[in-house]
């Protein structure tokens, strides 16, 4: 009986050190430093990647962009990605290669490299109204020995422009000061008069 209870508690042990590196090697969010944290937190010791986020940097209110998540350099064998966007109304739309988990887009395996280079491709639906949004990317360059030694990731942003932007609010102007400049120099002004009219009266004495 009690060889049992070891074997299911080996059993379980590793089922919970399989546990990271199955949901990353099928994509995890959280990774694309929207929140400060991307790959690297896991993927270390291997070249820093250069990345990319290509596409349109204004959209109609509406209307649907294309674009395109770009890793270079690295170890360059395999890579994955998570690609984010910090506006609740926008969409994120997968395209080959990626799946939506969430609100994210990632990979749905890890992709091979074509030549130093590993491209992913995606759609950004806009919002219905003028705002002016971000897309967050981070991208992870592997050597393809299912550990996280060796490999290394980046992250990159790209904003977006909706319409006219996100409209800006004039700021209101400090209490008690409703006559700004004028107001305050409307005392010297009252100060001469007065010097003015004094002067006068004794000149007629």
Same mark, same amino acid.
């Given at each position: 009986?009690?060889?049992?209870?070891r074997?299911?508690?080996?059993?379980?042990?590793?089922?919970?050190?399989?546990?990271?590196?199955?949901?990353?090697?099928?994509?995890?969010?959280? $990774?694309?430093?929207?929140?400060?944290?991307?790959?690297s937190?896991?993927?270390?010791?291997?070249?820093?990647?250069?990345?990319?986020?290509?596409?349109?940097?204004?959209?109609?209110?509406?209307?649907?962009? $294309?674009?395109?998540?770009?890793?270079?350099?690295?170890?360059?064998?395999?890579?994955?990605?998570?690609?984010?966007?910090?506006?609740?109304?926008?969409?994120? $739309?997968?395209?080959?290669?990626?799946?939506?988990?969430?609100?994210?887009?990632?990979h749905?395996?890890?992709?091979?490299?074509?030549?130093?280079?590993?491209?992913?491709?995606?759609?950004?639906?806009?919002?219905?109204?003028?705002?002016?949004?971000?897309?967050?990317?981070?991208?992870?360059?592997?050597?393809?020995?299912?550990?996280?030694?060796?490999?290394?990731?980046?992250?990159?942003?790209?904003?977006?422009?909706?319409?006219?932007?996100?409209?800006?609010?004039?700021?209101?102007?400090?209490?008690?000061?409703?006559?700004?400049?004028?107001?305050?120099?409307?005392?010297?002004?009252?100060?001469?008069?007065?010097?003015?009219?004094?002067?006068?009266?004794?000149?007629?004495?």
């Amino acid at each position: 009986m009690r060889h049992l209870f070891r074997i299911a508690g080996v059993f379980a042990v590793s089922s919970l050190w399989a546990t990271p590196a199955f949901a990353t090697s099928t994509g995890i969010t959280g $990774q694309s430093g929207k929140d400060g944290v991307m790959c690297s937190t896991c993927h270390k010791g291997g070249d820093v990647p250069t990345v990319v986020l290509e596409g349109p940097t204004t959209l109609e209110p509406g209307a649907t962009g $294309q674009y395109t998540f770009i890793i270079r350099g690295g170890a360059a064998k395999t890579g994955g990605a998570d690609i984010a966007v910090d506006s609740a109304d926008a969409k994120l $739309q997968a395209g080959t290669g990626t799946k939506l988990l969430g609100a994210e887009l990632v990979h749905s395996a890890p992709l091979a490299f074509t030549g130093n280079e590993l491209r992913f491709n995606f759609s950004l639906v806009a919002p219905a109204t003028d705002v002016t949004l971000k897309l967050f990317g981070a991208g992870n360059s592997s050597n393809a020995d299912q550990k996280s030694d060796g490999d290394r990731a980046a992250a990159t942003t790209l904003s977006v422009t909706v319409g006219k932007g996100t409209p800006v609010v004039d700021p209101l102007p400090p209490e008690g000061d409703e006559g700004g400049c004028s107001a305050a120099g409307s005392a010297p002004v009252w100060g001469l008069a007065l010097a003015g009219l004094a002067l006068l009266r004794r000149r007629r004495s």
